[in-house]
């Protein structure tokens, strides 16, 4: 059974859609600007409302509130937390969480080495670069432990070399903690780096295409 | 622009000058010795007191009210918000007095409530809970206004962010969109409070000018005033500035002073 499952989603700019991502995979979906990828992963996350079925481990999404979704989404918008250092902004996400303080205050000191912002722990969004800032959402992002992983461009406002820096240690935290991923880019090399399978999403329909980003015409579901 | 310059500075200069001249007639009419006298009167000290009281309880019925509606005013659209944004506008441009009356008809042996009640359940009317009320009715029209406006500062999609972190829209209502509002908020309680102490004609409508039961600072100049006890009325006025001074002083330091929103001149 696919882990994510779009069956004839529908958003204003797009579809209708259907798509499966496996456990584990990491699927990208590359396009031009404006072609409303960012509203699909919008969809999935929970935020905007779809037409269609989304269903994750064979549960409906549609009535799952989005802080119920067990997702993680890393967007070009960090949206960090003004008034929160990073490790606050990781300790407000895990104060849900059923776990004894011991064992959150582990998960963000192990969370924190995992994107390698544990130097910056105290300092808050403004008195951290660019590179480092997308280091502690991602480290935000990732601190549930989230089934499915959501990345709409999330560097592409980075220089060349933070960004291939980042896909490679996001890529290797993924396969680390075994997440489900779905990429949102309009950069092939990012879709190539990021995912295990690169969907083309043309005309607002997707298709299929090999790793290398190449449309090869086949329709969605691939799998 | 030298024309414009002088007229401009000109115009400041008689505002300022204006309101100078006017704090110092009111401090220049009492010795040192006789304002520390009527500073420590019972009646100024109950007026202060009150005043402090009430002005407080209402600043916390108006935060508890007002900060919900203002979240819905920044956030969401619906059918008639800009009747419903005017109606809440309302009772900070009408007279006091003129709000204090139709609070006066609404509560009163008369008034619907009562009406429908069959009895006054809160015993607002002339009575310390009244002057709460009115002070409240007041302040959470100014608290609501200036409010919606901190919300909006706040970019809606923080809550879409904390949504995915797996926050409710309650928690994240409360973790990050007030702290993120929380400058503007202080300021915006501070003004309400500022509001609600000052607050005089819808007070004297609803609560009554009652020395030693009812009597606010305002309501205190305002009767000794008419009894011709200056002294005191004097200095309650003092403390009202006083007080109003330093709550706009504090709202200057929270948004960083004249200078912060000062332009520059294009290159």
Known sequence: MPRLDLEGVTTPFLGPLDLSVADGEAVALLGPSGSGKTTLLKAVAGLIPHGGRIRFDGRPMERTPPHHRDIGYLSQDVLAFPHLSVAASLRLVLFFDQASAGRRAERVRRTLELCAITHRADRRPDQLSGGERQRAALARALARRPSLLLLDEPFSSLDPETRRQLWAEVGGLRRTLGMTALVVTHDPEEARVLADRVIYLRDGKLVQADKGGASTGARSPAR | ?267
């Open chain 2, 1 to 267: 622009m030298a024309p414009l310059l002088i007229l401009a500075w000109g115009a400041l200069a008689v505002i300022a000058l204006t309101i100078l001249g006017a704090l110092g007639a009111l401090i220049g009419q009492l010795p040192l010795d006789r304002l520390l006298e009527a500073l420590g009167q019972e009646e100024t000290l109950f007026a202060l007191l009150m005043s402090l009281r009430t002005s407080a309880l209402a600043l916390g019925l108006a935060l508890f009210l007002g900060i919900p509606a203002a979240w819905l005013l920044a956030r969401r659209r619906f059918p008639g918000k800009v009747l419903v944004e005017t109606l809440l506008d309302l009772p900070m441009v009408t007279p006091p007095l003129v709000a204090g009356m139709g609070l006066l008809f609404l509560l009163g042996r008369e008034g619907p409530v009562v009406g429908v009640l069959g009895m006054d359940p809160f015993g607002l009317l002339f009575s310390p809970a009244g002057v709460v009320l009115a002070q409240t009715y007041i302040a959470v029209s100014v608290l609501t206004r200036s409010a919606r406006a901190a919300f909006q500062a706040v970019n809606p999609d923080y809550a879409g962010q904390a949504a995915t972190l797996g926050l409710s829209p309650g928690w994240a209502f409360l973790l990050v969109e007030v702290p993120m509002a929380g400058r503007g908020l202080v300021s915006a309680a501070i003004l309400a409070w500022a509001r609600a102490l000052g607050e005089f004609g819808a007070t004297l409508m609803v609560a009554g000018a009652t020395r030693m039961r009812t009597e606010t600072l305002p309501m205190a100049v305002f009767l000794n005033i008419a009894s011709g006890e200056t002294e005191i009325a004097i200095a309650c006025a003092l403390l009202l500035l006083s007080l109003a001074f330093c709550l706009l002083l504090g709202i200057r330091a929270l948004t960083g002073g004249s200078e912060r929103g000062a332009g520059h001149a294009p290159a």
